[in-house]
């Protein structure tokens, strides 16, 4: 005599059909034969789970079954339920419960609205483009609902009729011999490939697909403030969808050159100028580069070489908010004069015999260590 199906699943009889449906998943995932290869006990217990599930699921043979027990749904018995052998089980939504894959639930329809596939596209930007913004034309090629047919795929004039295999569902059920006796599964529609309908007479643009590859011309405005890696979402501009659903959407992907002069972090801008020693010593107003264009900059008396100055507001507008800017940051090294003449090597040991180390903090804070260290 069979087991009790209440107590194969461990729930009460009184358990609702999302308990008891809860019930079998976790006892199916359980005695799965392919979690337990090999393992015949396993494999009994996993056709009893399924042989409880098929009767408990069952609105008809439950209640025969909490009638007459047993009898009432055995097939010689005096219930005649049609066997427990039989029972409709969609695979597809089982697997997909127990081990996260395969497709969803019988009852639910596969011919539904989807969107389209997003597409992206790759821009090249000058830095000065991507720093204050630019406006360019693009062209793409993507497919496109065929304009002859408006993209249902028939024949102007005629119109796609209800598949007569699944009746619009996109599915059918198909009985099939298991290791868990005689199961209904639940396919994609052969006759129409899961679309619900099928087209008598194709279009002749597009053969009966709906679509076509178009090319585009999209005029882009570049936001000031883009950086590699940036993406500009375009709305509806991506393919489009199937079963009258949403267009998908194009992405705009940034990347942008090196500069000569100036390097960049984020909304921060920096440059190195070079400078002479006498401006370096005796201070100087000289002009210095920034993304705006040149600008006045007073040197301090004793420049020292690698040292920085700041420009506050003079880097990359934000491209959340264009009045929000970066800084920009001047970094200063000192070039040394090369070919010099006799008058000027003379002239230049005349002034450096005037030095002495309080003209040189540092190369005199320098050879102080130097000496301790080798006390």
Same mark, same amino acid.
């Given at each position: 005599?069979?087991?009790? $199906?209440?107590? @194969? ?13 809860? *019930? ?28 409880? $599930? ?18 009432? /749904? ?16 969609? #695979? ?28 992206? $596209? ?11 913004? /630019? ?12 304009? *002859? ?8 004039? %005629? ?12 599915? @059918? ?11 209904? /599964? %639940? ?9 619900? %309908? ?16 178009? *090319? ?25 969808? %199937?079963?009258?659903?949403? $267009? ?18 984020? #909304?921060?801008?920096?440059?190195? @100028? ?13 002009? @210095? ?45 000192i070039e040394v004069p090369t070919g010099l003449t006799r008058e000027q090597k003379a002239l230049l040991a005349q002034f450096n015999n005037t030095l002495t180390d309080r003209n040189y903090t540092k190369r005199s804070q320098f050879f102080q260590k130097f000496k301790n260290l080798f006390k």
């Amino acid at each position: 005599m069979p087991r009790d $199906y209440y107590e @194969v699943l461990g729930v009460d009889k009184g358990a609702s059909d999302d308990e008891i449906k809860k *019930a079998f998943r976790q006892q199916a995932k359980k005695y799965h034969p392919d979690l337990h290869p090999g393992d015949k006990e396993a494999e009994a217990r996993f056709k009893e789970v399924n042989e409880a $599930y098929s009767i408990l699921s069952d609105p008809d043979k439950k209640s025969k079954y909490d009638q007459f027990g047993h009898a009432g /749904v055995d097939p010689n018995g005096f219930g005649g339920a049609g066997g427990y052998g039989a029972y409709d089980v969609d #695979l597809g939504d089982l697997f997909s419960s127990i081990f996260g894959f395969g497709g969803g639930g019988g009852s639910r329809r596969k011919n539904g609205p989807s969107k389209g596939s997003d597409l992206k $596209y790759r821009m090249s930007l000058e830095f000065m483009e991507a720093a204050f913004g /630019v406006e360019r034309d693009i062209q793409i090629t993507k497919e496109d609902l065929c304009k *002859a047919c408006g993209g249902s795929g028939a024949q102007p004039g %005629t119109t796609p009729e209800t598949c007569p295999t699944c009746r619009g569902a996109g599915r @059918v059920q198909q009985q099939t011999q298991t290791l868990f006796g005689m199961t209904m /599964v %639940t396919k994609t529609c052969p006759t129409c490939s899961g679309r619900g %309908t099928v087209i008598k007479v194709p279009c002749t643009q597009c053969r009966g697909r709906g679509r076509l590859k178009t *090319a585009k011309t999209l005029h882009i405005k570049v936001p000031a403030g883009v950086d590699t890696g940036d993406l500009l979402p375009l709305r509806g501009e991506g393919e489009p969808g %199937t079963n009258g659903g949403a $267009y998908g959407d194009l992405f705009i992907e940034f990347r942008v050159k090196s500069h000569d002069v100036f390097k960049r972090e984020g #909304l921060n801008t920096f440059c190195d @100028v070079p400078i002479t020693y006498a401006q370096a010593a005796l201070g100087a107003e000289i002009e @210095v580069p920034t993304i705006y264009g040149k600008e006045k900059f007073m040197l301090k008396e004793g420049t020292q070489p690698g040292d920085t100055s700041i420009l506050r507001g003079r880097g990359i507008p934000n491209k959340s908010n264009p009045n929000m800017k970066g800084d920009h940051t001047i970094k200063f090294y000192i070039e040394v004069p090369t070919g010099l003449t006799r008058e000027q090597k003379a002239l230049l040991a005349q002034f450096n015999n005037t030095l002495t180390d309080r003209n040189y903090t540092k190369r005199s804070q320098f050879f102080q260590k130097f000496k301790n260290l080798f006390k």
